[in-house]
C-alpha cells in the first residue's frame, strides 16, 4: 500500500515555523500525524521578509500534490495568511500561537496592541548583508530572556538549546504589510496559548475571533507545538476531518 493510498483523500498538513525557530519545534506534532498515516511536509521559513518568506512558501505549496491543510506558527501564521491563496490548493488554515494579520496591517502594529507580550524589550538588535551591497536588520532574542519571553514552559536546560540554535528574523517580518488574508476566504482554526508573552495571547485572541476560526485555547506558552504537542495534533486532526479533500 503506497501513501497515498493509506492517506485516501485526506490533504497534506504543510508545518510552516515561525521566527526564532526552525522546522524541528514541529517533531512531536510531525511523529503524531505520521503515526496517524498523514502525509505531512514540514516548510522551511527564509524569515526574510513577509513578501519574500510568502512567495516562497506559496511556491513550496503549490508544488505538493492535492489539497492542503497549512498550519502556521507565530510568525509562521503571517506567512500562510499571506501564501495561501497563491499557493492555489490550500484548503484550510491552522493558526498554532499564529499571526493572522489583515490587509495592509504589519506585525508591529499588531504587537503594538498587546499588553501581554514582552517580546519588544528582549531583541537583540543585528544585520546581514544584503545582494545590493548594503545592509539589513535582524532580530534574535536574547538567551537571557528566551525561556521567559518565548517557551517559560519547556525546561530550562531545553529552552538553553532553543536559544543557542535559534534562528534571527529580518525586521522587514514586522514591517512589511499584508496583502488579501487567505483567512477571508478559507476555513481556520487556532490554538491560543494562554501564557503566550511572545505574540501575546490577548492579540492571538482577537486576531483568531476577527478570523472567525474555531478557537482551542490551551494553558502553556509561545511554543504550545513542542510544550502541548498532543492539544496541536487534535486541533489539526478537527481541521483534517473539516476541510474538503
Known sequence: MTEATANGAR???????????????????VARLLAD??????????????????????SALSQIDGPVLAVGHSYGGAVITNAALRAGNVVGLVYVAGFAPDEGETLQDVEADSRDSVLLTALLQWSYPTADGGTETEFAIDPDRFHDAFAADVPEEQSRVMAATQRPVSALAFG?????????????WAVVPTGDKAVGSDVLRTMAARAGATVTEVEGSHVIMISRPEVVTEVVRQALRAVPA
Open 11 to 29: 490533504p497534506t498538513v504543510a508545518l510552516v515555523h515561525g521566527a526564532f525557530a526552525d522546522s524541528a519545534g514541529w517533531t512531536d506534532v
Open 37 to 58: 498515516r498523514v502525509r505531512v511536509r514540514a516548510v522551511s521559513n527564509p524569515l526574510r521578509g513577509i513578501a519574500h518568506d510568502a512567495a516562497y512558501v506559496a
Open 176 to 188: 512589511e504589510p499584508t496583502t488579501a488574508p487567505a483567512w477571508k476566504d478559507l476555513p481556520s
